[in-house]
């Protein structure tokens, strides 16, 4: 009964490769995130989606893309890996536009590029 | 625009001890702010949620206070647990509805 469950837990994988992480959240939230920490455990705010539109986007490369088949799924596809992607990857869930909600994280994809 | 920062960056005390944490924020137009915690190679969970509106929020030995016109958070820790050795991170949600991250406070919590 996972609030917000993401797969894979790890990921290795070498350069130039494409691979997806998948998020799915069982909140009923509207909107879903993924968020990158790197290795000085800083969070950037990649995309974000409100129900099925995507309202954020923060210079994040091309290569990455959001994937939302439904409210309760934000899957984040990567191609041609580099090795600068090796990071820490966040889903998060909440009830986008509404004040008072906070967020709920997953317990991140560790991807590891070589 | 928005920064948040957390002081100290790192902090070691012995068990038993009371501590505090702080969060400091440039713009008080916030909707809320939540204070998280983060296990080394683990995830972030969710420790207290204070709404713009409210000056304090309880959860067991954690208590977290927020003055908006002043910009700053504090999360108190009571009687301090090696478990309680972890990240503490906090967060606005800006006007925006976009989450400003500080950088945290990496605390030990020696037995």
């Known amino acids: 009964d996972t609030a917000v469950s993401q797969t894979p837990k790890y990921l290795v994988t070498q350069m130039g490769n494409d691979k997806s992480i998948k998020c799915e959240q069982n909140?009923?939230?509207?909107?879903m995130y993924w968020y990158k920490q790197d290795s000085k455990k800083f969070l950037k705010i990649m995309f974000s989606?409100?129900?099925?539109?995507?309202?954020i986007n923060e210079t994040v490369p091309n290569r990455f893309s959001p994937k939302s088949p439904d409210k309760a799924h934000l899957n984040l596809h990567i191609n041609s890996l580099e090795l600068g992607d090796s990071a820490v990857y966040f889903c998060?869930?909440?009830?986008?536009?509404?004040?008072?909600?906070?967020?709920?994280f997953g317990s991140g994809t560790r991807l590891t590029v070589v | 625009k928005q920064e948040v920062t957390q002081i100290p960056a790192a902090l070691s005390v012995p068990e038993g001890e009371n501590l505090v944490l702080n969060c400091s924020f440039t713009?008080?137009?916030?909707?809320?702010l939540q204070w998280f915690r983060q296990d080394p190679g683990k995830g972030l969970t969710s420790l207290l949620l204070?709404?713009?509106s409210q000056r304090e929020q309880t959860s067991g030995r954690l208590n977290a206070s927020l003055d908006k016109s002043s910009g700053r958070s504090t999360l108190y820790i009571a009687a301090s647990q090696p478990g309680d050795s972890a990240t503490y991170l906090c967060?606005?949600?800006?006007?925006?509805?976009?989450?400003?991250w500080g950088a945290g406070t990496k605390l030990i919590i020696k037995p």
């Open positions: 998060a869930s909440s009830h986008g536009g509404r004040e008072y909600h906070g967020y709920t």
């Open positions: 909140l009923g939230h509207d909107t």
């Open positions: 989606y409100n129900n099925k539109e995507l309202i």
């Open positions: 713009d008080s137009a916030i909707y809320n």
């Open positions: 204070i709404q713009s």
């Open positions: 967060a606005v949600k800006d006007s925006n509805y976009q989450l400003i």
